[in-house]
């Protein structure tokens, strides 16, 4: 299953008064800009704000259970859904919400119903019939599940989610053939998915095919190199074709992703102890102790490697400790002979040895007959067998990931493109810019700098493309700056107080207040680019915002009213950028954003001049050479396109190098 991204849930507290005055419909909509901007506890402050002022609404329910549930608060999420659905009961939304925060809480017949009561309002509804199959499949009803699937699939033949989930339970309801057969159909239907070809590979795992299940684990990893799990099952598939060192490599990747994943450090340890490096091994045992004191198969893991290592009397500690969980595996009392041999207790080992020996006697005798099969390698992380103490561990098939996220499908992806690349954005002024060790981040611009140096910012701004999660303390901060500055503003005019509170305002999602105080920046000083250029920045984002919620479906009248407004909102950006080339040239910044507008209305021979200008500008500038590259595979130049994105792989966007295997590929 797919993991949900998580932010830990904080509540906020008061704000000041003037601003929560504002309208309500107003605090809505900026509500949405931060929950669609994926900010959700910012998006709940505003929410509760609406939900005080007019508690009959409905939506503010909604939408701030949609935030909870991305922050895996399910109950609270159920809880707002239902209050939703009291307002308003025919808002299928609430249904669906609600229907995957009881899944996430297992409380699967209860949203079966949720999904039904949806359907009963929109039968063909392909998300509702996606999640009442999955319902079926993590409550292990394989053949409801199955059934489910098969309806959605049925209604929507290219439905990609609706393969994948319906292979997983063919897989579980032991149906080998049919569940690969739907996974290489979800392949063909979207050759870019990652899942895809995890899913297939675990199939061809479990036929044994480990070479073809190492292919597809590699191509997975291309497309998504984040994913420790991957790495996990892609280091068990090694294994099992005698690449330690590649297994071992793979475990190093996990635990660099998810340095709290104790399965990885099991059987890093495991493989270091086999190919003797028990020092190493050692310290992996250690951590994975350290985060389970009572996980015995470690501990008695560890006390092996303690007796080659000379550490007997802690080796004896852990496996009398482990003795009282399995007082009856008699290998347990030869590791102990063992270790107080070598510590001199030549008494204590014999004893212990004689022990043994009786037990492993009584149970020859009363042992049944096995069949030849061949030993597996590898036991189920749940499997708490101590028999099994030297296999490595896979992921339970029951405890795969459970969490269901509810958001949007359409969010950050290049228009027109027929595959997922999200092209890098707009850069932007912040003062929560995102570090990236891979690439340049901090770039130096006199005019920051200057400003910086006057100390009449809260804090230093910075240049950047990514920002840096806002966190309770940061969001009522710039709240409570927002009061203050108000105040203050009709007396002193200043151009650096509206710059800061225009930034204030746009750390908080008020897009409006912060295009108005940008255009107040640079009625006071209009030589200044900075202005022009964050305004622009933030017409943008609030069109982007609003573009989302149009419906896909309008009438002639409606596309062609929409079409207008989004022309003239570019003519807006674009005379902004031009302001920022003219009264700062030799900032690549304005030519690279002026050239991801031009590229995004289609105008894509003007867009790359423009990166051309800004590479011209800054030769290590990345971004630029990225969307360059796109936008030359876009009009049919894929070779000028694989240099750029060469280029932009080298100076540190390492997606490039997926694009580049795909379209040499092609």
Known sequence: MRRLAIILFLTLSTIGNSYSQLNTNRILTIGQNAL??????????????????????????????????????????????????????????????????????????????????????????RRLLLYKGISYLQEEKYEEAIAELTAAIEKHSKYVDAYLNRGQALLANKDTAASLADFEKAISLDKYRSESYAARGIVRYTKEEYQSALEDYNE????????????????????????????????????????????????????????????????DFDQVIDFDPNDYIALYNRALIEIDLGECNRAI???????????????????????????????????????????????????????????????????????????????????????????????????????????????HLSYYIKDNEMKKTNYFVQEIAEINAKHKLPQKIMIGNHDSQLGKEEIEKHFNAIEYKTKNSGEQGDFLLYLSRALDFEMIQDYQSAIEDYGQAISLNPDSWIAYFNRANIRHKKMEYESSLQDEIRTPKEEEESLIGTQLEYGLMLSDYDQVTTLAPKLPFGWYNKGNLLAEQKDYRNAMANYTKAIELDKDFAEAYFNRGLTHILIGESRLGIIDLSKAGELGIYSAYNIIKRYNKE
């Not at 660099?256 to 490096?277: F, W």
């Open 36 to 125: 669609y901007f994926e900010d959700y506890v910012l998006s709940i402050q505003y929410f509760n704000q609406v939900i005080r002022v007019k508690p009959h609404l409905a939506e503010p329910y909604f939408l701030r259970a949609v935030a909870k549930i991305n922050l895996e608060d399910y109950q609270g999420s159920e809880e707002d859904c239902s209050l939703a659905l009291e307002r308003n009961p025919f808002m299928i939304n609430a249904y669906e919400c609600r229907g995957i925060a009881r899944i996430n809480q297992k409380k699967y017949a209860e949203a079966i119903e949720d999904f039904n009561k949806g359907l009963g309002f929109e039968p063909s509804n």
């Open 220 to 283: 997975a990893i291309r497309m998504k190199p984040d994913r420790a799990g991957y790495y996990i099952n892609r280091g068990l598939i090694r294994y099992h074709l005698n690449d330690l060192k590649g297994s071992l490599s793979d475990y190093d990747n996990v635990i660099q992703l998810d340095p709290n994943n104790v399965m990885a450090y099991y059987n890093r340890g495991l493989l270091r102890n086999e190919i003797g490096d028990k020092n190493r091994a050692l310290e």
């Open 317 to 427: 500690a852990d496996i009398n400790k482990v003795l009282k969980e399995y007082p009856d595996f008699y290998p347990l009392y030869y590791s102990r002979a063992e270790a107080k041999e070598k510590k001199g207790d030549k008494k204590g080992a014999q004893l212990d040895f004689n022990q043994a020996m009786l037990m492993e006697r009584d149970r020859r005798n009363n042992a049944q007959k096995t069949d030849d099969k061949k030993e597996k390698k590898t036991r189920e992380k749940s499997d708490k067998s101590i028999k099994k103490f030297n296999r490595l561990v896979i992921a339970d098939k029951e405890e795969e990931e459970r969490r269901i996220a509810f958001k949007s499908e359409t969010r950050g992806k290049v228009q027109n493109i027929n595959f997922h690349i999200d092209i890098e954005p707009l850069f």
